[in-house]
C-alpha cells in the first residue's frame, strides 16, 4: 500500500521515522504509520483539504500535518492521484530540506 501513495523518498523518510520511534516505543511507531497511511490515503483522494505554504514549496505542492504526531506529509498534487513526495519531521529546516522540490 505504501508504494501507490508514497514516492520512493517519502517511502524511507517514513520507513525511517517509525525505525527511530520503533527503539523506544513500537506502538507509538504502528501509530505514526497508522495515522500516515489515513492520511495518504484521504490526501490522495481529496487533496484539496491539505494546505499549500509558498513559502516551503511550489503551489503544486500541499501540506498535511499529522495529528497527535511532529510530521508532515507533503503531496504532490501534478500527481493523479496525488501522492506523498516527503515525509518530515515539523522541527528540521524546512525550508533547507525542501529546496529541492520541483516545480
Known sequence: ??????TPQARRELEAAIDWIADDNPDAAEGLLRAALQAA??????????????DLAPS???????????????FDTDMDPSVVARFVHQARDLP????DLEQ
Open 1 to 6: 500500500m505504501i508504494e501507490g501513495i508514497f
Open 96 to 99: 533547507a530540506l525542501l529546496n
Open 41 to 54: 490515503t484521504m490526501i490522495a483522494v481529496k487533496p484539496m483539504l491539505a494546505r499549500i505554504r509558498t
Open 60 to 74: 503544486r505542492y500541499r501540506f498535511w500535518s499529522l495529528r497527535g504526531y511532529p510530521y508532515l506529509l507533503i
